[in-house]
């Protein structure tokens, strides 16, 4: 037998923008700054592994206890 284990997300960023963009104050400056942070600290940790994902997209992070994780590899290319 073969056993998978895999994290689970809660949700990803596009469906999270949409719901904090519904309520008034939603998307505040510390909201944009923690996010941006999280989404470069992804992408330069693929980078640092010569990996570079060809499809960044919203929809292509998800959020894991806290944390923004970068999903979906399926395009990406390693760096030679």
Known sequence: F???VMEYGEIDLSKLLRAKAAIPGGI???FVR???QQMLRAVQTVHAAKI???DLKPANFLLVAGTLK???FGISKAIV
């Open 70 to 72: 970068l999903i979906d």
């Open 2 to 4: 073969i056993y998978m």
């Open 52 to 54: 570079v994902h060809c």
């Open 28 to 30: 505040d400056a510390n």
């Open 34 to 36: 923690y996010i941006w």
